[in-house]
């Protein structure tokens, strides 16, 4: 997959689009089993769950993440959430900020959902400077 | 009368009966909603939600400082003028709005009155959100040239020399109303209160919410007292018409802002920014959730402030109004642009997109509403309302009686 240069929220990294997948995998089994979602791409996968159960439309929610795979990359990538609902062409009206909670453990704050419909999870690791694998998740909220 | 004759006449009536209850069920047909359609209406619940407390606010909750704001609701020595108080344009039987396109306070001012009923619900206050609490937005009011015109002195020297009052305020605050250089700390107490008493103003269960709570457990008998009407114009709010994606939830509001399509021209030439000058306003403000002027731990309940994104779409989007009540509150938008629901309808079936942003919402189309389903929405609307609302009478309070040591020389 070719990199593309990125405009968002890490100017002047690199982006590599990797979309989201349902493959299950031991990533983030000490997350939530029944909230937990996983993202894939590139040999990345990021297991998701809210910390308070389940994502409710117009209700403020965090995220705890973990990120697996791809042992080469020395360090702690640095990650970024975001979300959209593709069908309406908008994003949220809040913007998440993430923190590192431990070794490839990250805390999501700040998100959300404003509207029932299909939202779209976009997470960005930066695994080298300059250089962000987008995962991203689907998801239907009711 | 024989057993043999009882039975047959009490036969002859269950026969009247059903036929009565045919004749009926042809005439109006009964609403098949999808399982679709009843998960979405049950999301309109349940109703009334638990009671909830103005953020920030120490006061809010508590009797005695509901109390006070009630009186200081009315009272409008407040103002400058001395004639305006906040139930000038918050008028109980209005639901707490003002049937004006424009609210009036000193001057005539741009945006319409929002009702208060449920306001302790909502998550941004004023049409634009620029207040993240109820008491912050009680401030703005106060002291607009526009609206009462108050200054933090006169506020305190108001309260200060009213025994009543001040004997009120201490009872809620712990401390006499100060004035002079303490006014500020007067006038944020003032607001407290006021946001208390707005936080106390929650209506009951609605003909709608009947309905909704029949549906959930199966009782056809009550699910049929709600008219046909309403129960076709439930299922164009929660199918064709996509109202739900923004009117959503117990209180039929998101709790957000959206550019709806309508003109945001204050005057010829004039803009009102809405939510994008909300935001900035916000931020700004020394009384936001942030600031030093908020009570206790504001962690959770500032999430909001701290995470609230400026955007470019932001310009022209105005807050999605609760739908409770509505039937009460017309004129209708940001500035009162519409003066019935079924103008607003109208606006929704002929939806014009030239006027929505590029960047904005592309969930809203012209519904092209039929005359009848017009007006089986309208019919659908009118009944989210509580009629005792309109009844609210405010609570009569016995003079207050200061604590020992106020006596005490």
Same mark, same amino acid.
């Given at each position: 997959?070719?990199?593309?240069?990125?405009?968002?929220?890490?100017?002047?990294?690199?982006?590599?689009?990797?979309?989201?997948?349902?493959?299950?995998?031991?990533?983030?089994?000490?997350?939530?089993?029944?909230?937990?979602?996983?993202?894939?791409?590139?040999?990345?996968?990021?297991?998701?769950?809210?910390?308070?159960?389940?994502?409710?439309?117009?209700?403020?929610? !965090?995220?705890?993440?973990?990120?697996?795979?791809?042992?080469?990359?020395?360090?702690?990538?640095?990650?970024?959430?975001?979300?959209?609902?593709?069908?309406?062409?908008?994003?949220?009206?809040?913007?998440?900020?993430?923190?590192?909670?431990?070794?490839?453990?990250?805390?999501?704050?700040?998100?959300?959902?404003?509207?029932?419909?299909?939202?779209?999870?976009?997470?960005?690791?930066?695994? !080298?400077?300059?250089?962000?694998?987008?995962?991203?998740?689907?998801?239907?909220?009711? | 009368?024989?057993?043999?004759?009882?039975?047959?006449?009490?036969?002859?009536?269950?026969?009247?009966?059903?036929?009565?209850?045919?004749?009926?069920?042809?005439?109006?047909?009964?609403?098949?909603?999808?399982?679709?359609?009843?998960?979405?209406?049950?999301?309109?619940?349940?109703?009334?939600?638990?009671? !909830?407390?103005?953020?920030?606010?120490?006061?809010?909750?508590?009797?005695?400082?509901?109390?006070?704001?009630?009186?200081?609701?009315?009272?409008?020595?407040?103002?400058?003028? @001395?004639?305006?108080?906040?139930?000038?344009?918050?008028?109980?039987?209005?639901?707490?709005?003002?049937?004006?396109?424009?609210?009036?306070?000193?001057?005539?001012?741009?945006?319409?009155?929002?009702?208060?009923?449920?306001?302790?619900?909502?998550?941004?206050?004023?049409?634009?959100?620029?207040?993240?609490?109820?008491?912050?937005?009680?401030?703005?009011?106060?002291?607009?040239?526009?609206?009462?015109?108050?200054?933090?002195?006169?506020?305190?020297?108001?309260?200060?020399?009213?025994?009543?009052?001040?004997?009120?305020?201490?009872?809620?605050?712990?401390?006499?109303?100060?004035? @002079?250089?303490?006014?500020?700390?007067?006038?944020?107490?003032?607001?407290?209160?006021?946001?208390?008493?707005?936080?106390?103003?929650?209506?009951?269960?609605?003909?709608?919410?009947?309905?909704?709570?029949?549906?959930?457990?199966?009782?056809?008998?009550?699910?049929?007292?709600?008219?046909?009407?309403?129960?076709?114009?439930?299922?164009?709010?929660?199918?064709?018409?996509?109202?739900?994606?923004?009117?959503?939830?117990?209180?039929?509001?998101?709790?957000?802002? @959206?550019?709806?399509?309508?003109?945001?021209?204050?005057?010829?030439?004039?803009?009102?920014?809405?939510?994008?000058?909300?935001?900035?306003?916000?931020?700004?403000?020394?009384?936001?959730?942030?600031?030093?002027?908020?009570?206790?731990?504001?962690?959770?309940?500032?999430?909001?402030?701290?995470?609230?994104?400026?955007?470019?779409?932001?310009?022209?989007?105005?807050?999605?109004?609760?739908?409770?009540?509505?039937?009460?509150?017309?004129?209708?938008?940001?500035?009162?642009?519409?003066?019935?629901?079924?103008?607003?309808?109208?606006?929704?079936?002929?939806?014009?997109?030239?006027?929505?942003?590029?960047?904005?919402?592309?969930?809203?189309?012209?519904?092209?509403?039929?005359?009848?389903?017009?007006?089986?929405?309208?019919?659908?609307?009118?009944?989210?309302?509580?009629?005792?609302?309109?009844?609210?009478?405010?609570?009569?309070?016995?003079?207050?009686?200061?604590?020992?040591?106020?006596?005490?020389?």
């Amino acid at each position: 997959m070719k990199p593309t240069r990125r405009t968002g929220r890490l100017p002047g990294a690199l982006l590599v689009w990797a979309m989201g997948a349902s493959a299950q995998a031991a990533c983030g089994e000490q997350l939530t089993a029944h909230d937990r979602l996983l993202a894939e791409g590139s040999g990345w996968q990021v297991a998701f769950a809210p910390r308070s159960g389940a994502i409710r439309v117009g209700q403020p929610f !965090a995220l705890d993440l973990i990120v697996c795979g791809n042992g080469a990359t020395a360090g702690v990538p640095r990650v970024q959430v975001d979300a959209d609902m593709p069908a309406h062409k908008h994003g949220m009206n809040y913007r998440p900020v993430v923190t590192s909670s431990g070794e490839r453990s990250y805390l999501a704050e700040g998100l959300m959902f404003h509207m029932p419909g299909r939202w779209r999870f976009l997470i960005d690791i930066e695994t !080298a400077p300059g250089l962000v694998v987008r995962l991203s998740r689907e998801i239907e909220l009711q | 009368m024989s057993a043999a004759t009882g039975q047959l006449r009490s036969g002859w009536c269950a026969v009247l009966l059903l036929v009565l209850v045919s004749a009926e069920a042809q005439a109006t047909p009964p609403i098949r909603f999808s399982s679709d359609e009843l998960r979405r209406i049950q999301a309109h619940g349940p109703w009334p939600l638990a009671p !909830a407390r103005d953020p920030g606010n120490a006061a809010s909750g508590k009797a005695q400082a509901i109390a006070l704001g009630q009186k200081l609701f009315f009272d409008a020595r407040l103002s400058a003028s @001395g004639q305006i108080a906040c139930a000038t344009c918050h008028v109980p039987a209005l639901a707490f709005s003002d049937g004006k396109p424009r609210a009036g306070g000193v001057a005539t001012l741009d945006r319409n009155t929002p009702s208060l009923w449920n306001v302790v619900y909502q998550r941004w206050y004023g049409w634009d959100g620029a207040s993240d609490s109820l008491w912050s937005q009680a401030l703005r009011p106060l002291r607009d040239a526009r609206e009462m015109a108050g200054t933090a002195e006169h506020i305190a020297i108001t309260v200060a020399s009213d025994a009543d009052l001040s004997c009120r305020y201490r009872q809620v605050f712990g401390s006499a109303p100060q004035t @002079g250089a303490a006014a500020q700390t007067t006038l944020i107490g003032v607001a407290k209160a006021l946001g208390a008493f707005s936080a106390s103003l929650r209506s009951a269960p609605t003909a709608f919410d009947q309905f909704r709570d029949a549906l959930a457990r199966g009782d056809r008998v009550e699910q049929a007292r709600y008219p046909i009407a309403a129960q076709r114009g439930l299922q164009l709010f929660v199918g064709k018409g996509q109202c739900a994606n923004c009117h959503v939830g117990p209180m039929f509001s998101n709790g957000e802002f @959206g550019d709806i399509g309508v003109s945001f021209f204050v005057r010829p030439g004039v803009v009102d920014p809405g939510r994008h000058a909300g935001i900035v306003a916000l931020r700004e403000s020394p009384y936001n959730l942030l600031g030093r002027f908020a009570d206790g731990d504001t962690r959770a309940d500032s999430v909001k402030t701290r995470h609230v994104d400026l955007q470019h779409r932001n310009f022209g989007e105005f807050k999605i109004p609760s739908l409770r009540n509505v039937a009460n509150t017309a004129p209708y938008m940001h500035d009162g642009q519409f003066a019935t629901l079924q103008a607003v309808l109208r606006h929704y079936s002929e939806l014009n997109l030239e006027r929505l942003h590029g960047d904005g919402e592309t969930l809203l189309r012209p519904l092209r509403l039929s005359p009848g389903e017009s007006a089986d929405l309208a019919a659908f609307l009118r009944t989210l309302s509580d009629p005792r609302a309109q009844q609210w009478q405010a609570v009569r309070l016995q003079p207050c009686k200061p604590p020992a040591e106020q006596l005490s020389p």
